[in-house]
């Protein structure tokens, strides 16, 4: 089996107020197979900076029950370096739930792609700061005069 497109993403949560209430918009992604959960990480930084790692198949845990469905084709991809460089950057007083997904849609293209006797050579994503600026701007000029 080889992969497609990879991609990590860290989604923070001030407070450690995490509830799970995502699980259920990532599950609808997954079922559409429009991404594979590969890795998922929950990290926690306390008011000190001391972090720890906690098992997202901790059934007993009612923040993680909604991605129990989630977590049958996880291959445990992040290593406990790249964890712990992620949680480095974590303010204090903050949870993360580290994403590690495929892209599933772009399956067909890499295909497509490598038949058609091409290759990649790059790919980025927008940085979230430059987004919201974007976003801004497009519901501006959507706002009637």
Known sequence: MTLGPLEYTVIGFEGNRFNGEIAKEIEKVVEKRIIRLVDVVFVTKDIDGDVAVIEIDNKEDKRFAGFAPLMAD????????????????????????????????????????IGAGGFLISRSTIAPELLEIVNAELEAAAVPA
Request: charged share 20%; no cysteine.
């Open 74 to 113: 996880l291959m445990g991809l992040l290593t406990p370096e790249d964890i712990a460089q992620l949680a480095d950057g974590l303010p204090t007083n903050t949870s993360a739930l580290i994403l590690l997904f495929e892209h599933r849609w772009a399956e067909k293209v890499k295909d497509a792609i």
